[in-house]
């Protein structure tokens, strides 16, 4: 099983810029998140889904949408790239929002120049 | 929201030594509390799950404790090894279906 993957697993945007973020999971988990990771922080959540066609805010969602049109697949776009930015992004899914165990992608390392 | 807090300080123990660390939440008490392993670079790894009717789970070296009362939860490792040494997160369920996680705690278990 591959699990979680995303892609880029680096990228450097120039302010304005737009990008998506890509996340695939092959283990038909119906719950998938996005979350931003600054140095020395934890993990902020950014959008959420409970499943195809269903998505919703987590707690810092401005500058970012997401879309959910397959099971497998999360997207994150963020639309006129801003240094604020410049963080790791991880995606993860579970069959649950917590009663069972997350599994995250290695990370996309994205910094805004 | 939630807001989860977890020991601020790195953590440093000696090898063979026990560490302890702590995860204290406010609000509403979670249904579950859940541990992670990150090392850097690298995405968490789930270690252990714990269910608000639950005191106390253990796997192998592992420990956690779940007090709803004090709104805590503690993560114990026994007999560490340096290769216990990573960022500690413990993450809970929310409202609406949202899955939080709190800013970790570095542990160094020196040999």
């Known amino acids: 099983n591959a699990g979680v993957t995303q892609t880029p697993k680096f990228r450097i945007l120039k302010i304005g810029q737009s990008m998506t973020l890509q996340c695939t999971q092959d283990m038909n988990h119906n719950y998938m998140y996005w979350y931003r990771q600054d140095p020395g922080m934890g993990l902020k959540l950014i959008y959420y889904?409970?499943?195809?066609?269903?998505?919703d805010k987590g707690e810092v969602p401005n500058g970012y949408n997401v879309s959910r049109s397959t099971t497998e697949d999360f997207p994150l776009r963020l639309e006129l790239a801003a240094p604020s930015q410049t963080s790791v992004y991880f995606c993860?899914?579970?069959f649950g929002p917590g009663n069972t165990e997350a599994f995250f992608g290695q990370g996309t390392r994205l910094t805004v120049v | 929201s939630q807001k989860i807090e977890q020991n601020s300080e790195a953590l440093n123990i000696q090898e063979g030594k026990t560490a302890t660390l702590t995860c204290n939440y406010t609000?509403?008490?979670?249904?579950?509390l859940q541990w992670y392993r990150q090392d850097p670079g690298r995405g968490p790894v789930f270690l252990l799950l714990?269910?608000?009717?639950?005191k106390e789970k253990r796997k192998e070296r592992l420990k956690v404790t779940f007090d709803t009362t004090l709104k805590q939860s503690l993560f114990h490792i026994t007999a560490s090894q340096p290769a216990d040494s990573a960022t500690y997160l413990c993450a809970l369920d929310g409202t609406g279906n949202q899955f939080y996680f709190g800013t970790g705690t570095s542990l160094t278990v020196i040999p």
């Open positions: 714990i269910r608000e009717n639950e």
């Open positions: 609000n509403y008490s979670p249904a579950y």
């Open positions: 889904s409970v499943g195809a066609g269903i998505t």
């Open positions: 993860a899914s579970s």
